[in-house]
């Protein structure tokens, strides 16, 4: 996908570039000197200076990790928990401006990103089914198991309340997200596989995702499988579906259009978790630390059962982590406007503010952590380039 081999080529160009090994040190001596300001504020009670301080160190390293070779995979999260730590500190600015209800945005903010997505996408990524049915089947059978039964244990386990339980398990119903396409990139997985799991579970979850809510959370909170399944059309996939055809049929506007989503997409999903960590702060400081350790299991166990259970069933070490990686990191965007739009629910949104970032830090560790002990198989560069859009179907797009 685009984030994946725009990472690449930046991470290349950054080889390249001299001073940003200096602009990375500078702004990581800002970035903690900031961080310590904010401890030093916090004890004598100047909270806003404290949040300042805490928030502006935070993007600083942010800055830090993209201008980094080594840390660069972390940019993003850093600039996740950014935005957390703003929401927490100043919750009035991810609230309302004015007349504008910002929890009203999450939907198209959602479309945004699927419609990102949907632009990096090409019909031999659906149709690569045929070619590796094997492993789409056996990943997407974990996806839609693993991580709703998952949810259910876990939030049984850690005693979550009945709306927050319901956001557990709603973000383990959910199909994976695009991250995991840039995840399984920086571990040298099989892209490929990746993109095609990717969008077939995301074309599939308004069947799916419906009737596991209904059949594991309906203990929890009354669900509308008919409401969630025409959200769900209405807020993925006519979205997706318009970026993929604008990429097959509108070469330049794709081209000119691609360049700019990725940043879009990675904002639109900062403030998400911005707008939901600032409508639940309160539960949040209340139950955080038992929805972080119910989150953290989740994702771990993901991680686990999808890389065991792939290789259980026959795939080979390359394609395992590829499997690994798809069910481990979900589609937090998609769970967070059904938690909004159908359920109703900020707490039911909590889970996937906590799962959304945890799992992007963790996945990055994990992918870093394969590819550096180089145990996994050198990337086919046919699979690569199967994952990859040709000129002919993006025209002067960036590359995957």
Request: some cysteine; proline content about 4%.
């Amino acid at each position: 996908m685009a984030l994946a081999r725009m990472a690449g080529k930046e991470e290349n160009t950054i080889e390249h570039r001299a001073g940003d090994s200096v602009s990375a040190k500078a702004l990581l001596f800002l970035g903690v000197a900031a961080l310590v300001t904010a401890v030093v504020f916090g004890p004598t009670g100047r909270i806003a200076a404290a949040g300042t301080a805490a928030t502006l160190g935070t993007a600083l390293l942010a800055l830090a990790a993209g201008a980094s070779r080594r840390f660069k995979s972390l940019a993003f999260t850093i600039w996740v928990l950014a935005f957390v730590i703003c929401a927490l500190f100043f919750p009035g600015l991810f609230i309302s401006w004015g007349p504008l209800q910002l929890r009203d945005t999450i939907g198209p903010l959602v479309q945004v990103i699927l419609f990102g997505m949907g632009m990096t996408l090409t019909f031999d990524d659906f149709a690569r089914v045929i070619k590796m049915p094997r492993g789409v089947f056996i990943g997407f059978t974990l996806q839609y198991t693993v991580m709703p039964l998952m949810g259910l244990t876990f939030a049984a386990l850690f005693g979550l309340k009945p709306e927050v339980a319901a956001g557990l398990i709603l973000i383990g119903s959910c199909p994976g997200g695009v991250s995991s396409n840039v995840i399984t990139y920086i571990a040298g997985a099989n892209v490929a596989l990746s993109v095609t799991m990717t969008a077939c579970s995301t074309l599939l979850s308004p069947l799916i995702t419906p009737f596991a809510m209904k059949l594991l959370a309906g203990q929890y909170v009354p669900i509308d499988t008919w409401a969630m399944m025409k959200t769900i059309l209405w807020m993925i996939i006519v979205p997706l579906v318009a970026g993929l055809l604008i990429n097959r049929y509108a070469h330049k506007l794709a081209g000119k259009l691609v360049r700019i989503l990725p940043f879009l997409a990675m904002l639109s999903i900062c403030i998400i978790i911005a707008v939901t960590i600032a409508l639940s702060r309160e539960d949040l400081l209340v139950m955080g630390f038992a929805l972080f350790g119910a989150s953290v299991c989740h994702n771990a166990a993901g991680f686990a059962l999808g890389y065991w259970g792939a290789r259980a069933a026959g795939l080979d070490k390359r394609d395992s982590r590829t499997v690994a990686i798809e069910v481990g990191m979900q589609n937090g965007g998609m769970a967070t406007g059904l938690a909004f739009n159908v359920l109703n629910s900020a707490k039911a949104a909590m889970a996937s503010a906590v799962f959304g970032p945890w799992s992007a830090a963790a996945g990055s560790a994990l992918a870093s952590y394969w590819r550096r002990t180089k145990k996994a198989k050198p990337v086919d560069s046919a699979a690569q380039a199967a994952a990859e859009p040709s000129e002919e179907s993006t025209g002067d797009s960036p590359p995957r």
